[in-house]
């Protein structure tokens, strides 16, 4: 099962700007392809789920820890 750690979700908190998830979208696709970071597995996981996110409305999380919980939630949903 894929999960985010938290240090992973406060960067990417932390780098969007924009704080809301096409903001979000634009962080996952900066950071792939990094070295560094999180992995590009996790990253192209995710991106199906903030864009989701985007289209149904749902609201930003106002904090890292938030971010990590509702990615993780459906990272959970996600088979391996």
């Known amino acids: 099962m894929a999960h985010l750690p938290i240090d992973d979700a406060e960067m ?3 780098d969007n700007k924009q704080q809301n998830w096409p903001g979000l979208l634009n962080v996952l696709n900066q950071r792939r392809g990094k070295a560094e970071g999180i992995s590009d597995t996790l990253i192209v996981m995710m991106m199906p789920i903030v864009q989701r996110f985007e289209q149904s409305h749902k609201a930003y ?5 938030g971010l990590q919980e509702v990615l993780n939630d459906e990272l959970a ?3 391996a």
């Not at 999380?61 to 820890?65: F, K, L, Q, W, Y």
């Open 77 to 79: 949903k996600v088979p």
């Open 12 to 14: 990417l908190f932390n």
């Open 61 to 65: 999380p106002n904090s890292a820890e």
